[in-house]
C-alpha cells in the first residue's frame, strides 16, 4: 500500500504522527495545536522539503506516493512545503491538483507572506507548461477565489480580458473574496455578452457593489433558471 511506502524515516515519522491524530482517516483534518513541541520538529520546513526533494530526485519519481505525501500534509495544513511546491511547479505539475489543495489548507491562519506567493503563482501561470493546459490553470487561479490575502488584484483584472471563459470566471470569484467592487462596476456593461456560468460568478461578485447599486444591478437582470433566481436572491441579502 502507499501509507507503507515512506521514501525515508522522516517522512515515516511524519505519517504515524498523521495516522494517529487521524486514526488513519485519510480525510480527517488535523488541528496542529494538538500537536506537541516534539511532534511539529518533524513537520518543519527542513524535513518536508527534504522528503518532496528526494521524490523528484529520483531517477523515476513516484508522483503517485508523492501525490498521497502532500495530501497527507493537507490533513495538519502547515506550511513547510510551501514555498517548494510553487519554486519547483514545473517538476511538480503531475502533482498540481494535490499541491492546490495543500495551499488551501494550510490557510491564511500561519505565517506566511501570501502577497508574495500569489507573486510566484502568477509567475507559474506564465510559464509554457502550465500555460499549456487549461486544467493547470483553471486549478492555479481557484487559489485566488479560495485565499484573498493572495491579493494580486491587478494582475487578476490586467489577465481577465484574454483570458478564455473558464479562468475569466475564476477571476471573478476572486473579485468576490477580495471585494472588488470598483473593477466590478466597470464590468456591468459586459454581463450580457457573459457565457453562462459567468454570469453565475458575476452575481455572486456583485455583492462588493454598495447596496443600492447592488440592488439596482440584481433588479435588472433577466433569468430563466432557478440557480440564477437563487444566486440573486443570494446576492441580495448580502
Not at 470566471?169 to 450580457?192: C, F, H, T, V
Not at 440584481?218 to 440564477?228: A, I, M
Request: charged residues 20%; aromatic residues 12%; glycine residues 2%.
Amino acid at each position: 500500500m502507499t501509507k507503507d511506502q515512506p521514501i525515508n524515516s522522516d517522512e515515516e515519522n511524519i505519517i504515524n504522527i498523521i495516522t494517529m491524530y487521524s486514526s488513519s482517516n485519510p480525510y480527517t483534518s488535523i488541528n496542529i495545536t494538538k500537536l506537541s513541541d516534539p511532534q511539529l520538529y518533524f513537520f518543519s520546513k527542513h524535513f518536508v522539503t527534504q522528503i518532496l526533494s528526494e521524490y523528484l530526485n529520483s531517477d523515476e519519481p513516484n508522483y503517485i506516493r508523492l501525490r498521497w505525501f502532500l495530501r497527507r500534509l493537507s490533513q495538519v495544513g502547515i506550511p513547510s512545503g510551501v514555498e517548494f511546491c510553487i519554486d519547483n511547479i514545473d517538476t511538480l505539475t503531475p502533482a498540481i491538483s494535490d499541491i492546490c489543495h495543500y495551499l488551501i489548507a494550510v490557510n491564511n491562519i500561519y505565517n506566511v507572506d501570501w502577497e508574495i506567493l500569489g507573486s510566484k503563482i502568477f509567475h507559474v501561470l506564465n510559464s509554457d507548461i502550465i500555460k499549456s493546459n487549461e486544467y493547470f490553470q483553471i486549478s492555479l487561479m481557484s487559489l485566488f477565489a479560495r485565499n484573498a490575502s493572495l491579493n494580486n488584484a491587478s494582475k487578476l483584472i490586467a489577465l481577465y480580458q484574454n483570458s478564455p471563459s473558464s479562468l475569466r470566471r475564476k477571476i471573478l470569484l476572486s473579485a468576490y473574496s477580495q471585494n472588488m467592487g470598483d473593477w466590478i462596476r466597470e464590468l456591468k456593461e459586459s454581463y450580457p455578452s457573459m457565457d453562462v456560468w459567468c454570469k453565475r460568478a458575476f452575481i455572486i461578485a456583485s455583492t462588493s457593489l454598495p447596496v443600492e447599486e447592488k440592488k439596482f444591478f440584481l433588479d435588472s437582470v433577466k433569468n430563466d433558471n432557478l440557480l440564477n433566481e437563487l444566486l440573486i436572491k443570494w446576492a441580495k441579502s448580502k
